[in-house]
T-cell receptor, first 114, second 114 residues
Framework: AQSVSQHNHHVILSEAASLELGCNYS??????LFWYVQYPGQHLQLLLK??????LVKGIKGFEAEFIKSKFSFNLRKPSVQWSDTAEYFC????????????FGTGTQLKVEL | DAGVIQSPRHEVTEMGQEVTLRCKPI?????LFWYRQTMMRGLELLIY????????DSGMPEDRFSAKMPNASFSTLKIQPSEPRDSAVYFC????????????FGPGTRLTVL
């Protein structure tokens, strides 16, 4: 069964700082990868996803993520964060051929200070 | 499109009472998922349906939990009897059939069992 690790549980940044959130998964086969965001009091929304092709994926609100197959990683990045990026970020993996089941990481709580 | 609809948004009940959570998936979506989110355990998949049929219920905590999907536009998650440790936010999500499809989440039901 697949599993997902998010190593940073809490991150605090100042506005305009660069962001990188780590995500590693364990599964030997082909995977689909997702980053979801949950703003305070809101439901999960898709930030970006990777299925195939260019391993550098661009998402909404200036976020991007890079799939590095050899490292089983799918780290989320943003060059310059804003206060409005304060939220919880979840990495998720879906093993192809494993049905529609998504396995989520434990989440990273990001706080951006003015 | 109205998105995934969940009701109620908040539920407060006493231990031992029956609780029923409801979900209306996005029209045309063939897969439906129930998740539970807690501080301790993060986001956990409880059960998911494809074409109204339960596919994987391995995440359902115990026999007190049951889920049904009588038709393509409605699902329920029932807890009977409820316990304080069931307090959590319960999310419903839906997607088109297929392992590459994005899951769209509802706003969640915040359940408090006293």
């Amino acid at each position: 069964a697949q599993s997902v690790s998010q190593h940073n549980h809490h991150v605090i940044l100042s506005e305009a700082a660069s962001l990188e959130l780590g995500c590693n998964y364990s599964y030997g086969g082909t995977v689909n990868l997702f980053w979801y965001v949950q703003y305070p009091g809101q439901h999960l929304q898709l930030l970006l996803k990777y299925f195939s092709g260019d391993p550098l994926v661009k998402g909404i609100k200036g976020f991007e993520a890079e799939f590095i197959k050899s490292k089983f990683s799918f780290n989320l990045r943003k060059p310059s964060v804003q206060w409005s990026d304060t939220a919880e970020y979840f990495c998720a993996v879906n093993a192809r051929g494993g049905g529609n089941k998504l396995t989520f990481g434990t989440g990273t709580q990001l706080k951006v200070e003015l | 499109d109205a998105g995934v609809i969940q009701s109620p948004r908040h539920e407060v009940t006493e231990m031992g009472q029956e609780v029923t959570l409801r979900c209306k998936p996005i029209s045309g979506h063939n897969s439906l998922f129930w998740y539970r989110q807690t501080m301790m355990r993060g986001l956990e998949l409880l059960i998911y349906f494809n074409n109204n049929v339960p596919i994987d219920d391995s995440g359902m905590p115990e026999d007190r939990f049951s889920a049904k999907m009588p038709n393509a536009s409605f699902s329920t998650l029932k807890i009977q009897p409820s316990e304080p440790r069931d307090s959590a936010v319960y999310f419903c999500a839906s997607s088109l059939t297929g392992s590459t499809d994005t899951q769209y989440f509802g706003p969640g039901t915040r359940l408090t069992v006293l």
